[in-house]
T-cell receptor, first 115, second 112 residues
Framework: DQQVKQNSPSLSVQEGRISILNCDYT??????FLWYKKYPAEGPTFLIS?????DKNEDGRFTVFLNKSAKHLSLHIVPSQPGDSAVYFC??????????????FGKGTHLIIQP | DAGITQSPRHKVTETGTPVTLRCHQT?????MYWYRQDPGHGLRLIHY???????DKGEVSDGYSVSRSKTEDFLLTLESATSSQTSVYFC???????????FGQGTRLTVV
């Protein structure tokens, strides 16, 4: 049973436009969400996160929105650049649990930025 | 890269042989993790450690064991490798309990 879902395996966006990557979760205990970016043959790198007490977090060109009632989050990249072409993973954790449990990841979305 | 080194980076092994992957960190972080990444599955947690000799199972722990005898090293062992364990393995550390994880470069393991 997949607790974090990224339903779009791939997304193609024109350079300079907005990229919107979506993620849904089913476990209502999750209260901290993260986005990772991964290039081929490299490890995932942390991009941005959001706590469930917020509905938006912004860092430069990257903004994450959280809709708790819908159990949905999205990552917006504006403007999209060629270097943004990568696989993006959505991840979740139980922040308030205080334990060492790892992250639960979605399957990833391959973002392709077209020139 | 948070001082994480995985070795080897690539390995081809035969079915039935034991394999050990090593994750080494230089910053004395308490929390360490092993994930595997497979097409169509994202990253899945195999085992994790919250201190020397303190380990626990993750989502896909069958066929794997781990050991952590020193803070800086977290070893993942496949006692008898199977083709289903062909994957890319990532080690990760967390700076604290409730922080993001930082990943190593990965080990590509092929079991033939």
């Amino acid at each position: 049973d997949q607790q974090v879902k990224q339903n779009s395996p791939s997304l193609s966006v024109q350079e300079g436009r907005i990229s919107i990557l979506n993620c849904d979760y089913t476990n209502s205990m999750f209260d901290y969400f993260l986005w990772y970016k991964k290039y081929p043959a490299e490890g995932p790198t942390f991009l941005i996160s959001i706590s469930s007490i917020k509905d938006k977090n912004e860092d430069g060109r990257f903004t994450v929105f959280l809709n708790k009632s819908a159990k949905h989050l999205s990552l917006h990249i504006v403007p999209s650049q060629p270097g943004d072409s990568a696989v993006y993973f959505c991840a979740a954790m139980i922040y308030s649990g205080g334990g060492a449990d790892g992250l639960t990841f979605g399957k990833g979305t391959h973002l392709i930025i077209q020139p | 890269d948070a001082g994480i080194t995985q070795s080897p980076r690539h390995k081809v092994t035969e079915t039935g042989t034991p394999v050990t992957l090593r994750c080494h960190q230089t910053e004395n972080h308490r929390y360490m993790y092993w994930y595997r990444q497979d097409p169509g599955h994202g990253l899945r947690l195999i085992h994790y450690s919250y201190g020397v000799k303190d380990t626990d199972k993750g989502e896909v722990s069958d066929g794997y064991s781990v050991s952590r005898s020193k803070t800086e090293d977290f070893l993942l062992t496949l006692e008898s490798a199977t083709s289903s364990q062909t994957s890319v393995y990532f080690c990760a550390i967390k700076l604290g309990v409730n922080t993001e994880a930082f990943f190593g470069q990965g080990t590509r393991l092929t079991v033939v």
